[in-house]
């Protein structure tokens, strides 16, 4: 017998069943194979520690715990991942009150020392980026609309610059990029901020775009040309208005990255900011802040940033 099918034979039977119901929510066999881990870990201080009632206490004790022995900032974040998963699935099924889920959930992780890599902005930082264009020119509203693309939604430049108008869609009572094809072919769909929806129908109001590519260059003379943007034209766009707003080296990825900083910050689930970015393994997302996809409360819902007047 392996030493996780030893351990694992020591748990609970409501502590397997707990764990099962996680893993079969994860579409990943690494993420699986790390969740478990890191529940069966849990699991076993939970009962050295004579199993007291789960709440937002016990777990944030866990975490100090972790610290205190040396544990890297990513071990002690996967582990809370996890655990957040758990309680996240327990509530929903009932078995654990929604207000302690939440509090739960709302444990900050372990913070990342040395160099961060990558940019990110914050909450005023991205809004000041959304009232940057002039929306009283053609190229104003345009550039709105990508950056409300590439902050609300997380898309990379290259899928930016291939969005179609067939991708918008609704499901569920909501807008979503429906089948975007992205890194390694991956197809995915990403729920859409109402105000990301509203900056695409004024440029394609103005710009009489409503089918094929999206997004379109414009000249001088304020007339969409070509049926096309390509990703070095929209890597310029970005650097344009980091200059002007005096955000040095800010590029479309970290667009991105500050997609998912905010919607973390904001409270989304870090397995629903995984699926939206398409990344692989969840280590990757918590690498950024840092299943069944829930359009009901997605990502994008908790960036808390609007369009100006």
């Given at each position: 017998m392996s030493d996780m099918a030893l351990v694992r034979s020591r748990l609970t039977a409501a502590e397997a069943q707990a764990i099962r119901m996680v893993l079969d929510g994860l579409p990943s066999a690494h993420s699986r194979r790390a969740y478990e881990r890191a529940l069966v870990d849990f699991f076993r201080w939970h009962a050295s520690a004579g199993r007291p009632a789960l709440n937002k206490a016990l777990v944030q004790r866990y975490a100090a715990e972790l610290r205190e022995i040396g544990l890297s900032s990513s071990s002690i974040n996967q582990r809370l991942s996890a655990i957040r998963k758990l309680v996240a699935e327990a509530a929903d099924n009932g078995a654990l009150d929604p207000q302690i889920a939440s509090g739960i959930r709302a444990v900050k992780g372990a913070r990342h020392e040395g160099r961060r890599t990558g940019n990110w902005l914050t909450r005023e930082q991205a809004q000041s980026w959304l009232g940057a264009p002039d929306i009283r020119t053609m190229k104003g509203l345009r550039d709105r609309a990508?950056?409300?693309?590439?902050?609300?939604?997380?898309?990379?430049?290259?899928?930016?610059?291939?969005?179609?108008?067939?991708?918008?869609?609704?499901?569920?009572?909501?807008?979503?990029?429906?089948?975007?094809?992205?890194?390694?072919?991956?197809?995915?769909?990403?729920?859409?901020?109402?105000?990301?929806?509203?900056?695409?129908?004024?440029?394609?109001?103005?710009?009489?775009?409503?089918?094929?590519?999206?997004?379109?260059?414009?000249?001088?003379?304020?007339?969409?040309?070509?049926?096309?943007?390509?990703?070095?034209?929209?890597?310029?766009?970005?650097?344009?208005?980091?200059?002007?707003?005096?955000?040095?080296?800010?590029?479309?990825?970290?667009?991105?990255?500050?997609?998912?900083?905010?919607?973390?910050?904001?409270?989304?689930?870090?397995?629903?900011?995984?699926?939206?970015?398409?990344?692989?393994?969840?280590?990757?997302?918590?690498?950024?802040?840092?299943?069944?996809?829930?359009?009901?409360?997605?990502?994008?819902?908790?960036?808390?940033?609007?369009?100006?007047?």
């Amino acid at each position: 017998m392996s030493d996780m099918a030893l351990v694992r034979s020591r748990l609970t039977a409501a502590e397997a069943q707990a764990i099962r119901m996680v893993l079969d929510g994860l579409p990943s066999a690494h993420s699986r194979r790390a969740y478990e881990r890191a529940l069966v870990d849990f699991f076993r201080w939970h009962a050295s520690a004579g199993r007291p009632a789960l709440n937002k206490a016990l777990v944030q004790r866990y975490a100090a715990e972790l610290r205190e022995i040396g544990l890297s900032s990513s071990s002690i974040n996967q582990r809370l991942s996890a655990i957040r998963k758990l309680v996240a699935e327990a509530a929903d099924n009932g078995a654990l009150d929604p207000q302690i889920a939440s509090g739960i959930r709302a444990v900050k992780g372990a913070r990342h020392e040395g160099r961060r890599t990558g940019n990110w902005l914050t909450r005023e930082q991205a809004q000041s980026w959304l009232g940057a264009p002039d929306i009283r020119t053609m190229k104003g509203l345009r550039d709105r609309a990508l950056l409300a693309v590439l902050i609300g939604c997380g898309l990379r430049r290259a899928e930016a610059a291939a969005l179609n108008f067939d991708h918008v869609q609704q499901r569920d009572g909501r807008w979503v990029l429906v089948d975007l094809i992205g890194k390694r072919d991956k197809i995915r769909s990403i729920p859409m901020p109402a105000w990301t929806k509203a900056a695409i129908d004024a440029w394609s109001n103005r710009a009489s775009v409503t089918e094929g590519l999206v997004f379109r260059a414009v000249n001088k003379g304020e007339h969409v040309v070509g049926s096309s943007i390509t990703p070095q034209a929209i890597r310029n766009i970005v650097a344009e208005y980091a200059e002007k707003l005096k955000h040095s080296g800010v590029a479309p990825h970290d667009l991105r990255r500050t997609f998912a900083k905010l919607a973390y910050k904001g409270g989304a689930a870090l397995d629903q900011i995984q699926l939206s970015l398409g990344h692989e393994s969840i280590q990757t997302t918590e690498d950024y802040l840092g299943v069944e996809q829930d359009l009901t409360d997605a990502p994008c819902d908790h960036l808390g940033l609007r369009l100006g007047k």
